[in-house]
């Protein structure tokens, strides 16, 4: 009787510890999320980001038209280092002060690398993108380039950073508490792409807009991968078809060969490691901060 007694106390010493752990555990990550989270609003506040809602500025026109730790170095890429032309546009978004409602001075003092703002309005993700030098700081690395698990939203570090390219990655951790892109995975749902179907990029040159046309568990061998083909080129209608048909259900959009895409990835975790949820958009809408380009200068 003595040792029944002493084992039941023993289990509930040891109960008590689990407990006591498992909700340290919790509280640090509550912390850690409410500070990362703290720290993005003070960067919007600083960035004087505005919704959609607000007006915009005058001189905009327009023209229509807790994973993934490292990335994956096995996916075929179709690599192509940017051109002058890409250098020169680079050159003068650098020195667009402010647009769209956003003080990209304010931001580039806080870090030289940023390459745009993006927002899924419904949906919880609105976030500074970065274009780092690879595609392995910024899985570590915050807006501030400070060490911090989650990371930051980046652009491939080979893609034009001005998204004129025909294909755009962007690459966000799933973080607990609907941090950076966790909320992609929400989209195995046809429910959440009714709430959030539209995709919300810009640039100090550009505003783009996309609509959501496949929702895909990618490979690492996946089309999601690819990038660098021309605008209406057999190969990127190609890509577009493959990436339509390994839609997780049908999205009711149509791909566009001749519009650029952008395709956030993020990880999968209750699947298999390797796989990564991918949702694509294709571009609808292009406003442009002061001037107009006709579609056939896309690929500069």
């Not at 990436?243 to 060969?257: A, R, V």
Request: proline share 3%.
């Amino acid at each position: 009787m003595r040792k029944l007694k002493t084992f039941a106390i023993s289990m509930i010493i040891a109960a008590i510890g689990l407990l006591v752990y498992c909700g340290g555990f919790y509280i640090k990550s509550y912390e850690q999320n409410l500070r990362a989270r703290q720290s993005y609003e003070e960067i919007a506040r600083m960035a004087g980001y505005q919704d959609k809602d607000k007006k915009p500025f005058q001189n905009e026109k327009k023209t229509k038209l807790n994973c993934l730790t490292e990335t994956n170095k096995n996916v075929y890429k179709k690599k192509k280092r940017k051109s002058s032309d890409n250098l020169k546009h680079s050159d003068r978004a650098d020195k667009i002060r402010e647009s769209f409602g956003i003080s990209w001075e304010n931001l580039r003092k806080i870090n030289s690398e940023v390459a745009a703002w993006i927002t899924i309005p419904g949906a919880d993700i609105s976030y500074p993108v970065v274009q780092g030098m690879d595609d392995e700081y910024y899985l570590k690395h915050n807006f501030k380039k400070e060490e911090d698990l989650f990371g930051c939203i980046f652009l491939e570090h080979n893609n034009k950073k001005n998204f004129m390219g025909s294909h755009s990655i962007l690459y966000g951790h799933n973080i607990e508490g609907n941090m950076m892109f966790a909320n992609l995975n929400r989209y195995e749902q046809p429910e959440f792409l009714e709430k959030c179907p539209e995709i919300e990029i810009k640039t100090p040159e550009r505003k783009f807009l996309y609509k959501i046309f496949s929702i895909e568990q990618a490979g690492s061998q996946s089309a999601a991968f690819e990038y660098g083909y021309d605008l209406s080129s057999p190969a990127y209608k190609q890509q577009l078809a493959t990436l339509k048909e390994n839609s997780m259900y049908e999205t009711g959009i149509e791909p566009d060969d001749s519009k650029p895409m952008v395709t956030l990835i993020t990880c999968n975790s209750h699947l298999d490691k390797e796989i990564r949820m991918a949702v694509h958009g294709i571009c609808y809408e292009i406003t442009e901060e002061d001037c107009e380009y006709p579609i056939d200068h896309m690929n500069n």
